[in-house]
């Protein structure tokens, strides 16, 4: 990564952790810091979907993951009395060892039937949820503890999320600093080496192993990596919301995930994120509009496919990227 | 579970064979249409499942309220439906496969009309379960075999539609141009079918496939607006068993998937919900060994 993009993240830093809650208290809208932090959390999930689209998967099945992993978080925090901030990688773990079990076979799928194959793998996670004894069926859990602190050689890094005055601004600060650092190594990832190697595979696959590219060893770890992403997004989420049942993320949910790339556009590591926020704040605004809520929502969206087929950021370097991204 | 005896078994078999068909019948319908779209148009259809509830409440409404003929109500329904679909591909989603760069962008289109047919039937309809009078009264008995008249006479119209369906794509034009235009669209452009014109009837045959079995299935199970996203998914696994793209594999698929399920359902009952969830893991296990179901082409 340059030095200017490094600026650039430590503005973005300092904008979202500064000047927003500046904002929000000169206008009294605390509530935004709950929309914000699913916006960023939100984001890291639908990050993960954009980097299996990279490698020329079109997933609809992050949804799995997300509650996976927040179930995961949410058994180790409430049965097991692990501190919350190390499960949260455990879960991203989990998410990924479990990916690459079922990743195995079903990345061996193209196209559509990849796409109808992960849609499934939604339905499956919610079934599993309603029918394992551990995770409580269709009750679920609830009255999940808030994230402890973090104390390293007796200084406190983090404090202790139940008894601060406002945790959901913490959570905020905590999910901003996450999708950051994910975005950066997903910038790094997909700028480096590997990141060539899954273009060659967005491509042409037959062709990407016929000059010795290992293909299905890189898919898999693509897979891994974007579960992961999603696995810790749910985690989060989970910890916020304090309670997980096995609706906590559906197949719409999965859709939006792939609606945000889609928005965002597909040739954009950032695009996630303009999707996201886009999005969910679109569908937020407009509940004011009441039962038209929806109708107006996929109005819009439906209007904007036809103008920018290729996602919104396209509208920023469209002559450069028409042949270069896609080919 | 108690272990049957001989004549119960025959018995339970028999039944269990009979509800599956009945099943079948209706999915195979349902999974027609979406491979349809998806060999013409390379577009996976995710708002078939809204368009079967469209169909529904238009049968619910024209037959359970106004109180038309059955029959009339379910052309009806396959008459609207045909109009939006055809609207749909003209106006929606032809432009947007054109401009695109990646043939992806349909499957947000899908998604987002998806949304929008759930929110007009909300909208119109509201959001309680609906259900119309029985079309047949009474119930066929026997030593081995009970099935309301009604499930009957529903599952013989789906087994000739299926038929019909089938001979319209074996042997009139616009079947033959579609069928042409999903081998090769180029070839089938080159030797003077009207691509456009046929892509719009096939997803309007589609869409009417969807809106009749939706008019069908009111009659007995009723229909909510909330059903339109497992119905899709339902019609995925479809699909997927018998391959994108081919008629004979949606038919398999329908079939086998209403098979599974009723077996499942009088097999499996005594453990919980978990019929879905074995056939789930079951089909993941068959993908694995056949990615591309029972007939579908060997590309992604």
């Not at chain 1, 402890?148 to 945790?167: K, M, Q």
């Not at chain 2, 009945?22 to 259809?45: D, E, H, K, S």
């Not at chain 2, 042997?171 to 069928?179: E, F, H, Q, T, V």
Request: glycine share 12%.
């Amino acid at each position: 990564m340059t030095m200017s993009k490094l600026i650039w993240a430590l503005v973005f830093l300092a904008l979202s952790l500064v000047a927003v809650p500046w904002m929000i208290v000169a206008t009294g809208r605390s509530d935004l810091y709950y929309t914000l932090t699913a916006v960023a959390l939100l984001a890291i999930a639908s990050g993960g979907v954009w980097l299996t689209f990279y490698i020329g998967r079109i997933n609809i099945g992050q949804a799995a993951y997300a509650l996976l992993g927040g179930y995961v978080s949410t058994i180790l925090v409430v049965h097991y009395g692990v501190p919350f901030w190390l499960t949260l990688p455990l879960a991203g773990l989990f998410c990924a060892g479990a990916s690459v079990l079922i990743g195995f076979p079903i990345l061996r799928l193209r196209g559509v039937y990849f796409a109808m194959v992960t849609l499934v793998l939604t339905e499956v996670a919610r079934l599993l949820a309603l029918a394992l004894p551990v995770t409580n069926g269709a009750k679920g859990l609830v009255n999940i503890p808030l994230p402890g602190p973090i104390a390293l050689f007796g200084i406190e890094l983090l404090p202790d999320f139940a008894e601060l005055a406002n945790p959901r601004r913490a959570f905020y600060f905590a999910a901003v600093v996450l999708m950051v650092v994910c975005y950066a190594a997903l910038y790094r990832l997909v700028h480096s080496r590997i990141g060539r190697l899954c273009l060659s595979l967005q491509q042409n696959e037959e062709l990407a192993s016929s000059i010795g590219v290992n293909v299905a060893y890189l898919r898999l770890v693509i897979y891994a990596i974007s579960s992961f992403l999603g696995g810790i997004a749910g985690a989060m989420f989970i910890a916020i919301s304090q309670s997980i049942y096995p609706s906590s993320f559906t197949i719409a949910d999965s859709i939006n995930f792939m609606l945000n790339c889609f928005l965002g556009g597909l040739g954009y590591v950032l695009g996630p994120i303009l999707g996201t926020f886009l999005l969910y704040f679109g569908w937020d605004l407009l509940f004011k509009a009441g039962q038209f809520q929806l109708l107006i929502f996929s109005s819009v969206l439906i209007a904007l496919m036809l103008t920018l087929p290729n996602g919104l950021l396209s509208l920023r370097l469209w002559k450069q990227t028409e042949r270069t991204v896609d080919g | 579970m108690v272990q049957p005896t001989s004549p119960q078994l025959v018995s339970f078999m028999a039944q269990v064979i009979a509800n599956g068909l009945y099943l079948g019948a209706q999915y195979a319908l349902i999974a027609l249409g979406l491979t349809l779209i998806f060999a013409l148009m390379n577009v996976l259809n995710f708002a078939h499942g809204q368009m079967y509830v469209l169909g529904g409440f238009i049968t619910y409404y024209v037959y359970g309220q106004l109180g038309f003929p059955f029959a009339l109500a379910l052309l009806a329904s396959g008459a609207t439906l045909a109009a939006t679909g055809g609207l749909i591909e003209k106006f929606l989603f032809r432009p947007v496969i054109r401009r695109s760069i990646r043939e992806e962008s349909t499957m947000l289109l899908a998604a987002a009309v998806a949304f929008f047919l759930d929110a007009m039937v909300l909208l119109l309809f509201g959001e309680k379960q609906r259900g119309v009078p029985k079309i047949v009264n009474g119930v066929f008995l026997s030593d081995t075999l009970i099935m309301p008249y009604d499930r009957m006479l529903i599952g013989a119209v789906a087994i000739i539609m299926i038929v019909v369906f089938m001979l319209f794509m074996q042997y009139s034009k616009p079947g033959r141009a579609m069928r042409a235009l999903a081998q090769d669209r180029v070839a089938a452009q080159l030797m003077g079918v009207r691509v456009d014109r046929y892509s719009m009837i096939g997803f309007a045959l589609g869409a009417m496939l969807a809106g009749v079995v939706g008019g069908l299935l009111v009659a007995i199970t009723g229909v909510n607006s909330g059903i339109g996203g497992p119905i899709s998914v339902k019609a995925f696994m479809m699909v997927m068993i018998g391959g994108a793209g081919v008629v004979g594999g949606a038919i398999a698929g329908g079939f086998i998937l209403g098979m599974l399920e009723s077996v499942g359902l009088s097999v499996l009952h005594a453990y919980g919900d978990i019929t879905y969830l074995v056939i789930f893991a079951a089909l993941m296990v068959f993908l694995s060994i056949r990615p591309n179901g029972l007939m579908g082409k060997p590309w992604g």
